[in-house]
Nanobody
Framework: QVQLVESGGGLVQPGGSLRLSCVAA????????MHWFRQAPGKQRELVAS???????TYADSVKGRFTISRDNAKRTVYLQMNSLKPEDTAVYYC???????????????WGQGTQVTVSS
């Protein structure tokens, strides 16, 4: 079984910063894509940022220039550095990863439990 555990959420004032972390644990052979999604109240879940195992990054237009995704493959961890936060960034942030649990298995997709980020004065 694979678990994704997020941390680092909280309350921050507009213009502030937060760093989210997500650790993948369990029976893992390799991790391909790792993603951060978010879901605000009453809205659909949206993709915020993605990173490949080789470090290629993509971002939603709404966070480009403010958020940075990174990963430490040895630690099986993905990060999301969020700067210049705005009230509209308020949401539950979810980690998502494509994981292979053995050399013969197909990739499977896993979700974390989510961490709340609130941007408010």
């Amino acid at each position: 079984q694979v678990q994704l555990v997020e941390s680092g959420g909280g309350l921050v004032q507009p213009g502030g910063s937060l760093r989210l972390s997500c650790v993948a644990a369990g029976s893992i052979f390799s991790i391909n894509f790792m993603h951060w999604f978010r879901q605000a109240p009453g809205k659909q879940r949206e993709l915020v940022a993605s990173i490949t195992s080789g470090g290629i990054r993509t971002y939603a237009d709404s966070v480009k220039g403010r958020f940075t995704i990174s990963r430490d493959n040895a630690k099986r961890t993905v990060y999301l550095q969020m700067n210049s936060l705005k009230p509209e960034d308020t949401a539950v942030y979810y980690c998502n990863a494509d994981v292979r649990t053995s050399v013969t298995d197909n990739l499977a997709n896993y979700w974390g439990q989510g961490t709340q980020v609130t941007v408010s004065s």
